[in-house]
């Protein structure tokens, strides 16, 4: 990987936990209740978070289980974003994300 390839997959990364750390923070503020992902999407957008980070970002969240996800209409779990498309979901904080805004986890690819 030359240096230029490098640059661009950091600026990338930077991008991800920065994104990963906004998602974060605003279901932190609006917790308990799970919160439509197309709500707090709209919300970003004004933070330049593209709709393929932000999905890329929930998918990362997910998987990490820093954050739950289920349906909006019939409120099933959803363990893996890719089986449904992120409109039709709500989302919540889960408490190895409160853990992580807290401090008590690191992970660089959180921007806290």
Same mark, same amino acid.
């Given at each position: 990987?030359?240096?230029?390839?490098?640059? %661009?997959?950091?600026? $990338?990364?930077?991008?991800?936990?920065?994104?990963?750390?906004?998602?974060?923070?605003? %279901?932190? =503020?609006?917790? @308990? #209740?799970?919160?439509?992902?197309?709500?707090?999407?709209?919300?970003?957008?004004?933070?330049?978070?593209?709709?393929?980070?932000?999905?890329? #970002?929930?998918?990362?969240?997910?998987?990490? /289980?820093?954050?739950?996800?289920?349906? =909006?209409?019939?409120? %099933? @779990?959803?363990?893996?974003?890719?089986?449904?498309?992120?409109?039709?979901?709500?989302?919540?904080?889960?408490? $190895?994300?409160?853990?992580?805004?807290? /401090?008590?986890?690191?992970?660089?690819? =959180?921007?806290?």
């Amino acid at each position: 990987m030359d240096l230029k390839e490098r640059l %661009l997959a950091e600026m $990338k990364q930077n991008d991800l936990a920065r994104a990963n750390g906004k998602i974060m923070r605003a %279901l932190n =503020v609006l917790a @308990p #209740s799970y919160n439509s992902l197309r709500g707090i999407q709209r919300a970003l957008v004004a933070d330049d978070i593209s709709e393929n980070l932000y999905t890329a #970002s929930l998918d990362f969240l997910a998987l990490e /289980g820093y954050i739950m996800l289920r349906t =909006v209409k019939d409120h %099933l @779990p959803v363990a893996d974003l890719a089986d449904h498309s992120w409109t039709e979901l709500e989302g919540k904080l889960a408490s $190895k994300g409160t853990r992580v805004l807290e /401090g008590n986890i690191r992970d660089e690819m =959180v921007e806290v």
